[in-house]
């Protein structure tokens, strides 16, 4: 039995976390962290009466060492790095889904995030948890750097085309569209009902922080510089992410073998579908599945894929990084 702390209890990913902890058969939540609330997590998030009898606690590294053999911090940028490295000195496994550890240079952190990195040792050392791409890296890490939502879906759709070399690496534009729960559940401008409601529009276009996660990671797993031009976009459903991806081709290429590709990169990974349908983010809806399925239109490849933002974009991804961390098999507690 492994015994796991979640820090930032009253958010969105840490409820998704606890729903789908509560099913391993090998994991005790022994804690729940918040600076802003001691009460019980069922008064906190109710669909966890009756689930999960603990109090919200604030606690030291020390007392999480003394209850936890695993954390996973479900903490702003920033506040995260402030926390991970006296977690990681007292000897717990993290399991970091806030974006502090994705970038491995720091520069590159700073410019983007608009904050200096205060624990640049780690971040070339540290495994970007895609499980899909780097699965072999991730059993027995101390830290993960969990990925970011809109990251994975663009990253799981290309990479394919980009092993393969069918698609041209740079000038590739990926427009996707989030539900508002990517916004988490610290109360924003923008995620008030009657801001997101009935509304829809791109934000950050030209500067997502996004932009140098996608270019980086498909930039190592690919071998040859990638570019993008990211633009997101909010939509007013409450979960899921679903990107629309146009590319170069490289030679004349058609749907049929753009999807051979996608699949034999795929196989025998449980949690990605290609599919031959257009996908829905209801169909990837409270699953750890991304669908991915591909066109060629006026001579381009588009690329769309889903994934709910929650679950594979989040806390879903985490737990199959925890079990490959830890010696589970990948897929525990994740299919439902
Ligand atoms: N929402 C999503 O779809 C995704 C989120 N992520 C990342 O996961 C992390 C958690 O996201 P999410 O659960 O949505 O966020 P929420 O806003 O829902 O929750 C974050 C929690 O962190 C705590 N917190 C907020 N500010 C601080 C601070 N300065 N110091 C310490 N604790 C703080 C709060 O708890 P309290 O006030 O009780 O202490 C809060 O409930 C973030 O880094 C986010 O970017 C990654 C992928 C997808
Ligand atoms: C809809 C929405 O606001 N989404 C978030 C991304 C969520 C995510 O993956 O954030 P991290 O990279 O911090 O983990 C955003 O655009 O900032």
Not at 45 to 54: V, W
Request: with cysteine; net charge neutral.
């Amino acid at each position: 039995m492994t015994r796991v702390a979640i820090l930032g209890g009253t958010g969105y990913t840490a409820l998704e976390l606890i729903r789908i902890l509560l099913r391993h058969p090998d994991v005790q939540i022994t804690a729940v962290t918040s600076r802003s609330e001691t009460g019980h997590i069922g008064v906190v998030h109710p669909s966890l009466l009756g689930r999960l009898d603990l109090k919200l606690e604030n606690l030291s590294p020390a007392q999480l060492r003394d209850r936890a053999d695993v954390v996973f911090g479900c903490l702003p940028h920033v506040a995260s790095m402030e926390v991970v490295p006296q977690l990681l000195d007292v000897g717990l496994k993290v399991i970091d889904l806030s974006a502090d550890y994705r970038l491995n240079d720091a520069a590159v952190y700073e410019q983007w995030y608009g904050h200096a990195h205060t624990d640049t040792g780690r971040l070339q050392s540290t495994v970007y948890g895609l499980p899909e791409l780097f699965a072999d890296r991730i059993p027995g890490q101390q830290l993960i750097a969990n990925p970011g939502c809109y990251t994975s879906t663009s990253i799981l759709a290309l990479a394919p085309l980009l092993a393969g070399r069918l698609i041209e690496p740079i000038g590739i534009i990926i427009d996707a569209k989030s539900g508002v729960s990517g916004a988490g559940r610290t109360p924003k401008l923008n995620t008030l009902f009657a801001e997101a409601n009935e509304n829809f529009t791109a934000y950050s276009v030209g500067n997502h922080r996004h932009t140098p996660e996608i270019e980086q990671v498909l930039t190592t797993a690919s071998g040859q510089k990638v570019e993008v031009i990211f633009t997101p976009h909010l939509v007013p459903m409450d979960r899921g992410i679903f990107a629309t991806i146009y590319a170069t081709p490289t030679k004349v290429v058609d749907q049929k073998s753009l999807l051979e590709q996608i699949r034999s990169f795929y196989a025998g990974k449980p949690f990605v579908r290609v599919t031959d349908q257009i996908p829905t983010t209801k169909a990837v809806s409270g699953t750890n599945y991304c669908d991915i399925t591909a066109r060629v239109v006026r001579g381009k490849v588009v690329v769309m894929a889903v994934l709910d933002n929650l679950i594979k974009g989040a806390s879903g991804v985490a737990v199959q990084n925890f079990n490959l961390v830890c010696g589970y098999p990948e897929e525990t507690a994740l299919i439902c």
